[in-house]
């Protein structure tokens, strides 16, 4: 079992910035992949970017260039850098994590307000 905590999260006007933090525990070898997702109101959950255990990592195209996601593997850690933030990425952020036997995992979220 993996648990996972996200923080940083708040309310920032339109081109700020602001960077979200995930602390995994519990059974963190087992981990292969971790990312992050967002869910906005009336929306389905989608993806943002992932970091692989090897160091690939995968963005949605409408956070490229602006977000970046980097992993801690000594403290089972991975942060989402966001800049040039737009009212269009608000939503909740949602941590998750993918185990070697493709079981998933998912912090509460953190939610992320850019005002216009």
């Known amino acids: 079992q993996v648990q996972l905590v996200e923080s940083g999260g708040g309310l920032v006007q339109a081109g700020g910035s602001l960077r979200l933090s995930c602390a995994a525990s519990?059974?963190?070898?087992?981990?292969?992949?971790m990312g992050w997702y967002r869910q906005a109101p009336g929306k389905q959950r989608e993806l943002v970017a992932t970091?692989?255990?090897?160091?690939?990592?995968t963005y949605a195209s409408s956070v490229k260039g602006r977000f970046t996601i980097s992993r801690d593997n000594a403290k089972n850690t991975v942060y989402l850098q966001m800049v040039s933030l737009k009212p269009e990425d608000t939503g909740i952020y949602y941590c998750?994590?993918?185990?070697?036997?493709?079981?998933?995992?998912w912090g509460q979220g953190t939610q992320v307000t850019v005002s216009s």
């Open positions: 998750n994590a993918r185990d070697f036997n493709a079981l998933l995992y």
């Open positions: 519990g059974d963190t070898t087992c981990i292969s992949t």
């Open positions: 970091f692989t255990i090897g160091g690939t990592t």
